[in-house]
């Protein structure tokens, strides 16, 4: 990609506005805050300042984001600062564009924030659906120590485990799939996080969300779709439908 000025790049800004590339920058940060040093945070948090004016993109040389962190006291290094970029692409946070110039030499290069996945133990597995593979008792049991024994124990925790807070409507549903507490608990936080600041959500609405984008789900894998990572995959399912909604009220409010 040809390097230039920042409102080049606007098509690559993953959110529709700054509010928008906030919230999800408030949802990764919940889960990868404690992954990040107190210096790593100051690069991310100023890499974040800088990628303002095109909502999740910046530009910016690193020397240049360095420097800014050294005005406002912050003193970190750029080794700090690439050790920082290494975790935010490994999580994936960041991605990194290279840019050259005209002449063809390398230019410094742009970095685009993704929009918000679960980051999660069970999220980066993949997840076989029970009536094609057997799921692997790894990923289905867990041990606990009992009381009476001195050896480990292995216990199989099936929807029934499922925490209240998830509708038992969709509880009921996704057990005939996955028959596992933890996957129908990731799959209702989904829905969980992508409505959060959507006050006008009922439960109800959030219910007939989740019921809908899960059988979109199944319906794409019946068809051959290969999914590695069921929560990403469905999370876009999810972040689809709500971006459809957003533009139809949209174009409803613009018509009236």
Same mark, same amino acid.
């Given at each position: ?21 906030? !919230?999800? =920058? ?85 970095? #685009? ?76 936080? #989904? ?19 989740? =019921? ?14 290969? #999914? ?8 876009? =399912?999810? !972040? ?17």
């Amino acid at each position: 990609m040809k390097a230039g000025n920042i409102e080049q790049f606007k098509h690559l800004s993953q959110f529709r506005d700054l509010n928008d590339f906030n !919230n999800n =920058i408030e949802q990764w940060m919940i889960d990868l805050k404690s992954k990040f040093t107190k210096s790593e945070l100051i690069a991310l948090k100023r890499l974040i300042r800088y990628s303002a004016k095109v909502a999740g993109v910046c530009n910016a040389k690193i020397q240049t984001l360095v420097s800014a962190c050294h005005e406002a006291g912050q003193e970190i290094s750029r080794s700090t600062f690439e050790r920082m970029l290494r975790k935010a692409k490994q999580f994936g946070l960041v991605k990194v564009i290279n840019t050259f110039k005209g002449n063809g030499k390398q230019s410094h290069n742009v970095y #685009v924030f993704q929009r918000y996945q679960i980051v999660s133990d069970s999220s980066a597995i993949d997840v076989p659906m029970q009536e094609t593979i057997d799921v692997p008792k790894e990923t289905s049991n867990l041990n606990f120590k009992t009381s009476n024994l001195l050896n480990k124990r292995t216990i199989t925790l099936d929807n029934s485990f499922t925490s209240s807070r998830v509708p038992i409507e969709f509880r009921n549903l996704v057990k005939c799939f996955w028959n596992d507490y933890k996957v129908i608990e990731e799959l209702w936080k #989904v829905i969980s996080i992508q409505t959060y600041y959507l006050s006008y959500y009922t439960q109800q609405d959030k219910l007939d969300l989740a =019921i809908d984008s899960f059988k979109q789900l199944i319906r794409n894998i019946k068809q051959g779709r290969k #999914v590695r990572n069921i929560f990403g995959y469905y999370w876009g =399912i999810v !972040n689809k439908k709500l971006d459809e909604e957003y533009l139809r009220i949209v174009c409803e409010e613009m018509s009236a």
